[in-house]
């Protein structure tokens, strides 16, 4: 049924409800959702924003409120095996990851699903659809309570730093968005790792998932994706993740007028980790790139970061945050 034009204007120009974790609340952000709404809901990863993936006005706010480029596709959350063979054709390969690795902070590139429902704005066009079940218990109560499938991008404006936590969106997206969920600090902090199953096994974004484990179910290599090649998936885009100020990765020493971003023995103004463990370097990746927002930094020197387990996925974002990015 076509919204009331008075009734959406009214909506939009709403200020940012906030909602908690609780049934009451959680079903008031799923009713939002069936009116078209924007819902800034936490996964273990980062806080994601909302939309119902079917309804092509409400991802076209998804854009609108991120300022994200419309060729760059959007994950969709499901909350069972299900629901995901609802949207995607899962194969063999597929169904083994999943089982093992779902829930949990890993994004599948898969066939869409003839009749799936799907907008093709959350395609962005493509035969695929990025699919993932987060393992986040406020995210998966709103998906039973929604009932259906969620897009949602990281809450926060495109090429900026992710949210971690309700704060954070915020800061960033309050008056664009009808609600934000808090549900505290998200416990992974960094992005869900991307793998395309959609022929060859190809990773398109390292992440919450150590790629070592994905390679070891598949059992075979996972290669990067070609320079210059459409985004396929979410975060693919070369400046992205971007603090306000200039990054200069790899340092050891800050230069005059520098804030430097620490990691072990490397001791900055701010630290990723002070013991050099990357998980924990993982969880504070985003929140102490906002801290230096903050700081209104315009120069930043970050410590170097082994690339090994988790590390790939850091030094995938740090390098994406290094990027030159138009004016």
């Known amino acids: 049924m076509d919204s009331d034009p008075a009734t959406e204007t009214q909506r939009h120009s709403l200020a940012t409800l ?65 629901a995901a063979g609802e949207i995607a054709v899962l194969d063999r390969a597929s169904k083994a990851v999943a089982r093992v690795l779902w829930p949990g902070p890993l994004t599948l590139v898969l066939p869409v699903r003839e009749g799936s429902g799907l907008s093709s704005l959350v395609t962005a066009g493509l035969p695929s659809v990025a699919v993932r079940m987060p393992a986040g218990k406020v995210a998966q109560r709103l998906l ?29 997206l309050s008056g664009k968005i009808d609600a934000v969920i808090d549900g505290g600090a998200c416990v992974v902090g960094l992005e869900s790792t991307i793998i395309d199953l959609t022929g ?16 070891a ?16 998936a979410p975060g693919q885009l070369a400046s992205h993740y971007a603090p306000k100020g200039r990054v200069r990765l790899g340092a050891e020493t800050a230069e005059p007028g520098e804030t430097h971003l620490g990691f072990g023995a490397v ?7 002070e ?39 850091i030094n995938d974002r740090l390098e994406r945050a290094a990027a030159p990015r138009a004016e």
């Not at 936490?42 to 991120?66: C, F, S």
């Not at 179910?217 to 396929?232: D, H, K, N």
């Open 18 to 82: 906030g909602l908690g974790p609780d049934k009451a609340d959680l079903a008031q952000a799923a009713e939002i959702l069936r009116e078209g709404g924007l819902v800034a809901f936490p996964t273990e990863t980062v806080y994601g924003l909302g939309a119902d993936a079917r309804n092509a006005e409400a991802v076209a706010r998804i854009y609108e409120a991120k300022g994200r480029p419309s060729f760059n596709p959007l994950i969709v959350h499901v909350g069972s095996f299900e």
């Open 267 to 273: 001791t900055g103004d701010l630290t990723l980790s």
């Open 200 to 215: 060859t096994p190809r990773l398109l974004r390292a992440g919450g998932v150590p790629v070592e484990e994905i390679e």
């Open 275 to 313: 013991t050099g463990d990357l998980k924990e370097a993982a969880t504070r990746l985003f929140d102490c790139l906002h801290k230096i927002d903050a700081m209104n930094a315009t120069r930043i020197a970050v410590a170097p970061v082994p690339r090994e387990g988790l590390g790939r996925a």
């Open 217 to 232: 179910l598949i059992r075979t290599s996972l290669i990067a994706p070609l320079p210059g090649e459409q985004p396929t």
């Open 144 to 172: 039973e309570a929604f009932g259906g499938p969620i897009a949602a991008p990281s809450a926060n404006p495109s090429g900026r730093v992710s949210p971690t936590t309700a704060s954070h969106v915020f800061s960033g």
